[in-house]
T-cell receptor, first 109, second 113 residues
Framework: GQNIDQPTEMTATEGAIVQINCTYQTSGFNGLFWYQQHAGEAPTFLSYNVLDGLEEKGRFSSFLSRSKGYSYLLLKELQMKDSASYLCAAMDSNYQLIWGAGTKLIIKP | IAGITQAPTSQILAAGRRMTLRCTQDMRHNAMYWYRQDLGLGLRLIHYSNTAGTTGKGEVPDGYSVSRANTDDFPLTLASAVPSQTSVYFC????????????FGPGTRLTVL
């Protein structure tokens, strides 16, 4: 079956760094997406990885290891506005996204 | 440019009633999607459309139907609502059905009593 696993909740301190992990099992693989979702709002795109390695985009970076079925999202210099849920989604061979349940990130001052 | 709009924002519906959730995009995207989001679960695909005139079933299509008469609109219909269809519904679109980024509408919060 197809499955995405990510932690339910994480807590971090303002100004710190946090890493949100995601493991996936899909029928075929066409890339790994990360989305941010603030409470009561729509998911918004953060990153897409299809090749192994680290992609950096400002304070956010995303890593992919295809052989391990593993990705992480790294958030640096945390700000209070980063409090949100972070959704990991893997694209299968039919180009359909398989979504994790999301990691709720709580930022404390 | 509005992107993707959904209507209504929220709705309370009696079980057994018919309901259509509206979705319109102005990005000329070929592919459109309907998802439901329930607490503790990932987004689940209900139906999708890769281009105007075609539709396909996702992971949880039972009790829902869609149509894609043109590029911009992708309505989702619940023929006879049941309480298990209480959820937040998101419409999304992407330039094509491949690895293009999906962009989401603001969602419709539906409660079926």
């Amino acid at each position: 079956g197809q499955n995405i696993d990510q932690p339910t909740e994480m807590t971090a301190t303002e100004g710190a760094i946090v890493q949100i992990n995601c493991t996936y099992q899909t029928s075929g693989f066409n890339g790994l997406f990360w989305y941010q979702q603030h409470a009561g709002e729509a998911p918004t795109f953060l990153s897409y990885n299809v090749l192994d390695g680290l992609e950096e985009k400002g304070r956010f970076s995303s890593f992919l290891s295809r052989s391990k079925g593993y990705s992480y999202l790294l958030l640096k210099e945390l700000q209070m506005k980063d409090s949100a849920s972070y959704l990991c989604a893997a694209m299968d061979s039919n180009y359909q996204l398989i979504w994790g349940a999301g990691t709720k990130l709580i930022i404390k001052p | 440019i509005a992107g993707i709009t959904q209507a209504p924002t929220s709705q309370i519906l009696a079980a057994g009633r018919r309901m259509t959730l509206r979705c319109t995009q102005d990005m000329r995207h070929n592919a459109m999607y309907w998802y439901r989001q329930d607490l503790g679960l990932g987004l689940r695909l209900i139906h999708y459309s890769n281009t105007a005139g075609t539709t396909g079933k996702g992971e949880v299509p039972d009790g829902y139907s869609v149509s894609r008469a043109n590029t911009d609109d992708f309505p989702l219909t619940l023929a006879s609502a049941v309480p298990s269809q209480t959820s937040v519904y998101f419409c999304a679109s992407s330039a094509s059905e491949s690895t293009d980024t999906q962009y989401f509408g603001p969602g419709t919060r539906l409660t079926v009593l």
